[in-house]
């Protein structure tokens, strides 16, 4: 009697095992973006929150703060209008793969927060973060609250 594998039964395996590897790719994949997205909108809320917080305290001297949603980036920025380049923004870049989808109403970026109250100075919106695996919004309400769909 002979021993060792056949050259089916070593085949059968090589295919398993390739299955298997597939499925585990897939589900990093998945996992992977959920997890980045997930990152995408903790930054946007921490910058509303911050551009809130910063009007509030007139941090260095400006009464109104906001934020500028684009692409990959989220800006907050001192004063009522957004400028590229300006070195008082602060420019925070969301995960690898993930980018600014969507946001409703178009007209209401960027969010200006007044320092009087804390309150947007337009009726808000909402900004869907994501790539083409998996998205997810999140919306800034006119008090600056934020809630997740």
Not at 30 to 52: C, D, F
Not at 76 to 91: D, E, H, W
Not at 105 to 115: E, L, Q, R, Y
Request: glycine share 8%; aromatic share 12%; hydrophobic share 40%.
């Amino acid at each position: 009697m002979k021993e060792g594998f056949t050259l089916i039964e070593i085949i059968i395996t090589i295919t398993i095992v390739a299955i298997l590897m597939v499925g585990a790719f897939f589900s990093y994949v998945t996992l992977y973006s959920h997890t980045n997205v997930a990152s995408g909108l903790q930054i946007v809320e921490y910058a509303t929150k911050q551009a809130q917080d910063d009007a509030i305290d007139e941090y260095l001297g400006y009464s109104e703060y906001g934020v500028y949603f684009y692409n990959n980036t989220v800006t907050i920025f001192p004063g009522t209008t957004y400028t590229q380049g300006n070195s008082l923004n602060t420019v925070y870049t969301l995960p690898l793969a993930i980018g600014i989808t969507n946001i409703d109403p178009t007209d209401n970026n960027p969010i200006v927060f007044n320092g009087v109250n804390g309150q947007l100075e337009n009726n808000g919106l909402s900004v869907t973060i994501g790539n083409s695996n998996f998205t997810d919004t999140i919306n800034i309400n006119q008090n600056g609250a934020i809630s997740q769909q």
